[in-house]
């Protein structure tokens, strides 16, 4: 299983919403991203977990919430979104260090 | 701070000829990777090529090849026998390893457009 599994493939939510975005790896990957990419624009890293832990945060508003029960699974928690945070979220993957991303098909966020 | 840069926002090809996409970038780092990233309308990023700094040998992948020029800091994309299925975003990605994971930047992109 070479696959990256990100869940929903579609959302759309209110500013007041909370919702929560899912990926999945099977792969035995010990790094986990979060990329936010608008429309025209390259992926913009926002997350990165090593081996369960938070690795990287590129200063990200609080509105977004990462989290990583396990060594498979990387949450997104969404809270009080703006329109401009609408976008394609991509969760990728990794071996290690010196690997390539594994990129899941995106969330497809839309916030009203 | 890396920075990655694609000074061409679109191009076009003819099916069956030759592209290349060109890719500029700034580090100090002397241990990294270089990658070209294909996303179509998909949006599904998809591994095109990697090509290792330490490396002296460009990276090749069937129809795809790469001209890495270490001391320039240019790292090329040549898609020969261009396919309608090439159409896609292109971008071309920094990539600086870290302990048990890696911090991955992306240029801009270039939007290619095969032509039957």
């Known amino acids: 299983d070479t696959e990256v599994t990100q869940t929903p493939k579609h959302l759309v939510m209110g500013m007041t919403n909370k919702k929560s975005l899912k990926c999945e790896q099977h792969m035995g990957h010990r790094a986990m991203y979060w990329y936010k990419q608008k429309a025209k624009k390259p992926p913009e890293l926002m997350f990165v977990?090593?081996?369960?832990?938070?690795?990287i945060n590129e200063s990200v508003p609080s509105r977004f919430s990462p989290e990583c029960p396990n060594s498979s699974l990387l949450n997104l928690h969404l809270h009080a979104l703006q329109p401009e945070d609408s976008a394609l979220y991509l969760c990728?993957?990794?071996?290690?260090?010196?690997?390539?991303?594994?990129f899941g098909s995106g969330t497809q966020l839309s916030v009203l | 701070a890396q920075t990655v840069t694609q000074s061409q926002p679109e191009m076009s090809v003819q099916e069956a000829e030759t592209v290349t996409l060109s890719c500029t970038y700034d580090t100090s780092e002397n241990n990294y990777y270089l990658f070209w990233y294909k996303q179509p309308p998909s949006r599904q990023m998809i591994l095109v090529i990697r090509q290792e700094a330490y490396k002296q040998q460009n990276a090749t992948e069937n129809r795809f090849s790469v001209n890495f020029q270490k001391a320039a800091k240019s790292f090329s994309l040549k898609i020969s026998d261009s396919q309608l299925g090439d159409t896609a975003m292109y971008f071309c990605?920094?990539?600086?390893?870290?302990?048990?994971?890696?911090?991955?930047?992306f240029g801009a992109g270039t939007r290619l457009t095969v032509k039957p």
């Open positions: 977990y090593s081996y369960e832990k938070l690795s």
């Open positions: 990728a993957s990794s071996q290690g260090g010196d690997e390539k991303l594994f």
């Open positions: 990605a920094f990539m600086k390893p870290l302990y048990n994971n890696n911090d991955m930047r």
